[in-house]
């Protein structure tokens, strides 16, 4: 692992121009760690030429703001994509037209890519792995305000504020690293928290109509029509899919939001590994938080009979 670990710190310290990537419908750990790397490197090598690309969500562009670049940029560049299981999750797909491709994620490798891959599920989220490399190499990669900033918010992200995932005594040993970069981590929080009134109207419509299977699946229907009714966007209201945990009797809880070209599905449980049924619909991600995307509201029905099979 260490080996792979100095393989990727020689690689940033050869390129003079660095593009970094992560996963389409980014969460805050995809923008942590991509942001809070885009930090690191342009901090301890102020001459460097770095980028970060992808969509921008209005909501998580207090983490940072994306750049637009041309193609060009692409050619001698070395690109490194974060928190990213497979290929056709990577958000802007000139990342093949870099020199080198490195992958850094924490979940499980369902796609192997990149001409260097460092994969480790045992972390809470890439965040933490990016900081694990800073500490491993402090006079090559160092840590900043700026970054300790991102991926805090990275590890708070995928940890739901140190309450679910993979949280071992290295994360909160991390954690505790970057808060001593005097940033504001209540600034963090209340970014990542706060609700609008339209959103706290769709939540009590969330608890009053969610429908619950005899083994404690939950789920709700967003349609393109409610989301208009409540003035809301998808983002915010995919964030919401934490309004069914904690339910007594629900084990799995699911989110069916309509996109144009698909419905996206978020996919949450307590203990019971739902990352397989993930993968039968063209999705993927980590035991207990997973994703994926069906084409039509009749495989809705086919989601839901998967995951009362993986119940006990
Ligand atoms: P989300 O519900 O989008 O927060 O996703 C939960 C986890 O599943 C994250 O780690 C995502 O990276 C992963 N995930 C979501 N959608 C997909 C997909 N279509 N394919 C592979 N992994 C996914």
């Known amino acids: 692992m260490d080996d792979i670990k100095k393989e ?9 121009t660095i593009i970094i990537h992560r996963h389409l419908n980014p969460d805050p750990d995809a923008l942590g760690s991509q942001i809070g790397l885009l930090h690191v490197i342009k901090h301890s090598y102020p001459s460097k030429v770095v980028h970060a690309v992808g969509e ?19 050619r001698d560049a070395l690109v490194v994509v974060c928190d990213t299981a497979n290929l056709s999750r990577i958000s802007d797909s000139r990342y093949k037209m870099g020199k080198r491709l490195i992958k850094i994620d924490h979940h499980p490798d369902q796609e192997s890519f990149g001409d260097l891959s460092w994969v480790d599920p045992s972390f809470s989220s890439a965040s933490e792995m990016l900081v694990d490399l800073c500490l491993g190499f ?8 700026e ?9 708070i992200g995928d ?23 005097n940033f504001q981590p209540e600034r963090i929080h209340n970014f990542l928290n706060i609700k609008t009134k339209h959103s706290s109207h769709l939540q009590r419509d969330i608890m ?5 299977t005899d083994k404690g699946v939950a789920y709700f229907v967003m349609t393109e029509e409610m989301l208009s009714k409540y003035d809301i966007d998808r983002t915010e209201a995919s964030n919401l899919i934490n309004t069914l945990s904690g339910l007594k009797g629900v084990r799995i809880w699911v989110f069916f939001i309509e996109y144009p070209e698909e419905i996206r599905v978020r996919i949450r449980s307590r203990n ?28 809705v029905d086919q989601v ?3 995951l009362n099979q993986v119940c006990p």
């Open 159 to 181: 940890t739901g504020n140190f309450q679910k995932g993979k949280i071992s005594p290295g994360t909160l040993e991390i954690a505790s690293i970057l808060r001593s970069y």
């Open 272 to 299: 019971t590994p739902i990352d397989s049924v993930a993968r039968m619909f063209n999705g993927g991600g980590h035991p207990f938080a997973s994703g994926a995307n069906i084409p039509t509201w009749e495989a």
């Open 56 to 74: 921008e969500v209005g909501r998580l562009q207090f983490i940072g703001r994306m750049d637009v670049i041309p193609d060009d940029v692409y």
């Open 147 to 155: 970054a300790a900033r991102a991926f805090y918010t990275g590890i």
């Open 304 to 306: 839901i009979h998967a």
């Open 138 to 145: 402090p006079d090559d990669l160092k840590l900043n305000k």
């Open 208 to 212: 009053m109509s969610y429908k619950r």
């Open 8 to 16: 990727i710190v020689e690689a940033i310290k050869q390129y003079s």
